[in-house]
């Protein structure tokens, strides 16, 4: 995980007004407004690296509402298109998006079939190594 997050932290692009990282008290706010605990890895992730902006896909945000990735507006958007409500929305690819399971597995829901696909990643870090930093 430190190597993944080293990685990300040197790939980090310069952005005009760059995002901040949440608290925690920022993250017991978040799962009292989707009314569900967050996985522990998706809120290490939040914690540690949800400020990198990098490549084309763009992960989940915690600090600014007013962000078009903040996580309880993409969970209302993904949760009201069929991503099943236990799942926690990680990140928005088009019509498909990247949901963790309570376990802390990541799945691939298909906005065409509106279903998880058979893609899978063991941990929010893995699908980072595997899908993000490969975008």
Same mark, same amino acid.
């Given at each position: 995980?430190? /190597?993944?997050?080293?990685?990300?932290?040197?790939?980090?692009?310069? #952005?005009?007004v760059p995002l901040e990282l949440p608290d925690?008290?920022?993250l017991v706010e978040?799962?009292?407004? $989707?009314?569900?605990? &967050?996985?522990?890895?998706?809120?290490?992730? $939040? $914690?540690?690296v949800s400020d990198v902006v990098y490549g084309s896909l763009e992960p #989940?945000?915690?600090?600014d509402p007013q962000s078009h990735t903040y996580l309880p507006? #993409?969970?209302?958007?993904?949760w009201d298109q069929g991503v099943p409500? /236990?799942?926690?929305? &990680?990140?928005?690819?088009?019509? /498909?998006?990247? #949901?963790v399971d309570i376990e802390g597995q990541v799945l691939l829901w298909s906005g065409d079939s509106g279903d998880l696909s058979?893609?899978?990643?063991?941990?929010?870090?893995h699908w980072v190594k595997d899908v993000w930093l490969e975008s």
């Open positions: 995980m430190e /190597d993944v997050i080293e990685q990300l932290r040197e790939l980090n692009e310069p #952005v005009p925690e008290d920022l978040i799962e009292e407004q $989707l009314l569900i605990n &967050l996985p522990f890895e998706l809120r290490e992730f $939040l $914690l540690k #989940v945000t915690a600090s507006e #993409v969970a209302a958007v993904a409500r /236990d799942l926690v929305p &990680l990140c928005q690819a088009g019509r /498909d998006y990247y #949901v058979d893609e899978s990643w063991d941990s929010v870090w």
